[in-house]
T-cell receptor
Framework: EAGVAQSPRYKIIEKRQSVAFWCNPI?????LYWYQQILGQGPKLLIQ????????DSQLPKDRFSAERLKGVDSTLKIQPAKLEDSAVYLC????????????FGPGTRLTVT | AQSVTQLGSHLSVSEGALVLLRCNYS??????LFWYVQYPNQGLQLLLK??????LVKGINGFEAEFKKSETSFHLTKPSAHMSDAAEYFC?????????????FGSGTRLLVRP
């Protein structure tokens, strides 16, 4: 089966600009996660969706970050305006409801804010 | 709050040597425990996991980990390192009873394998 797809793979923007990342989860996976991985740190959960509803967004900086999953499949994470400290890899993961409840990760989008 | 500590941000071993990556968790109730590997410019791949049952867990690529409740540890080992094992390794926990199944990650250990 196809894995989690993310695009773009790399993005360089200037501070105060906006940027959007796209994620397509594994087919049939109802749960989707966005993680932020800053260099030298482990991934940190930003937001979790169950179908098209938000389960947990307690760690999402809502003044600048937003995310949506309109049809319960693809998801978009947006940053507006970007700050230097947003430079990180943004990982998308999805999880099914069987097989050990494992999260499957996409390759990530590496964002550099200059 | 639940946390995960990985001792050592970097580990360098010779090819063929034992690999030992350390992970400790903070919880009075043993959580579900995971080890993930991340190769350069790739996402995370599950190596192994512990939920219940046998405390010695075998994973892919010859890795295994042992859950020790008394030490709140879940160290990852491999008897003989290969060059292809060079990557970053993350320990993660999922708190028991957390219906969101979210993972809390440690800060990672980068493994370097010397020829």
């Amino acid at each position: 089966e196809a894995g989690v797809a993310q695009s773009p793979r790399y993005k360089i923007i200037e501070k105060r600009q906006s940027v959007a990342f796209w994620c397509n989860p594994i087919s049939g996976h109802a749960t989707l996660y966005w993680y932020q991985q800053i260099l030298g740190q482990g991934p940190k959960l930003l937001i979790q969706f169950q179908n098209n509803g938000v389960v947990d967004d307690s760690q999402l900086p809502k003044d600048r970050f937003s995310a949506e999953r309109l049809k319960g499949v693809d998801s978009t994470l947006k940053i507006q305006p970007a700050k230097l400290e947003d430079s990180a890899v943004y990982l998308c993961a999805s999880r099914g409801t069987s097989g050990g409840y494992e999260q499957y990760f996409g390759p990530g989008t590496r964002l550099t804010v200059t | 709050a639940q946390s995960v500590t990985q001792l050592g941000s970097h580990l360098s071993v010779s090819e063929g040597a034992l690999v030992l990556l350390r992970c400790n968790y903070s919880s009075s109730v043993p959580p579900y425990l995971f080890w993930y590997v991340q190769y350069p410019n790739q996402g995370l791949q599950l190596l192994l996991k512990y939920t219940t049952g046998a405390t010695l867990v075998k994973g892919i690529n010859g890795f295994e980990a042992e859950f020790k409740k008394s030490e709140t540890s879940f160290h990852l080992t491999k008897p003989s390192a290969h060059m292809s094992d060079a990557a970053e390794y993350f320990c993660a926990v999922r708190p028991v009873g957390d219906s969101s199944y979210k993972l809390i990650f440690g800060s990672g250990t980068r493994l370097l394998v010397r020829p």
